[in-house]
């Protein structure tokens, strides 16, 4: 089945811990993206990927870091979260080319206190 | 730049009334318009996209949506609303040179029984 894979679903964590959320898609698209979805304000993208080792921001980085060594693998690092971390986070993949779809994977809901 | 807006938080449908969730949209150059669908608990699903041609483009579960280029609007509509319709629903503009979408705030849309 092709879906994209996020770990973990839920995750409650402490200021300054490090985390990584883990990001995993079986469908060989050279893209990939990270969001994060705050009322109101919808989705926001924080990072990007357009193929391997090649990563950008996105609109809203700071305090994120991503890395793309392989194709299908696209984790989001928290070096040291902070409260205004806390969100529901979506990774995303879709083939390269401006008119393709993208697929989402099911959030990972993160707070930090 | 390029921006998405979604007037309306919330509409409320009759089931087996015709749906309209509003979507307005602002790009330089060609627009690549999608909308989503995100079930609570999921991640946001794929409906349908409009990349050029014919002005109504259909989608996933009986959805439609119509593209207006004077009036810059891409409406999602649907003839008759189902209970299951109730969902969050978001529209989006693919920029052409990052490949990042830019959402809308999203319409919670709630159809009643």
């Known amino acids: 089945e092709a879906q994209v894979t996020q770990n973990p679903r839920y995750l409650i964590t402490v200021t300054g811990k490090k985390l990584t959320v883990t990001c995993s898609q079986n469908?060989?698209?050279?893209?990939m993206s990270w969001y994060r979805q705050d009322p109101g304000l919808g989705l926001r993208q924080i990072y990007y990927?357009?193929?391997?080792?090649?990563?950008d921001k996105g609109d809203v980085p700071e305090g994120y870091k991503v890395s793309r060594k392989e194709k299908r693998n696209f984790p989001l690092i928290l070096e040291s979260p902070s409260p205004n971390q806390t969100s529901l986070y979506f990774c995303?993949?879709?083939?390269?080319?401006?008119?393709?779809?993208?697929?989402f994977g099911q959030g990972t809901r993160l707070t930090v206190v | 730049a390029q921006s998405v807006a979604q007037p309306e938080d919330q509409v409320n449908v009759a089931e087996g009334n015709p749906l309209t969730v509003k979507c307005t949209y602002s790009?330089?150059?060609?627009?690549?318009l999608f909308w989503y669908v995100q079930y609570p608990n999921r991640g946001l699903q794929f409906l349908l996209k409009?990349?050029?041609?014919?002005?109504l483009v259909k989608g996933s579960y009986g959805f439609e949506a119509e593209f207006n280029k004077s009036q810059t609007s891409f409406h999602l509509k649907k003839p008759s609303a189902l209970v299951s319709d109730s969902a969050l629903y978001f529209c989006?503009?693919?920029?052409?040179?990052?490949?990042?979408?830019?959402f809308g705030t999203g319409t919670r849309l709630k159809v009643l029984a």
């Open positions: 469908m060989n698209h050279e893209y």
């Open positions: 989006a503009v693919r920029d052409s040179g990052t490949y990042k979408y830019i």
């Open positions: 409009y990349i050029t041609g014919d002005n």
């Open positions: 790009v330089s150059g060609n627009p690549y």
């Open positions: 990927s357009m193929n391997v080792e090649v990563t």
């Open positions: 995303a993949s879709s083939l390269s080319g401006v008119d393709t779809e993208a697929f």
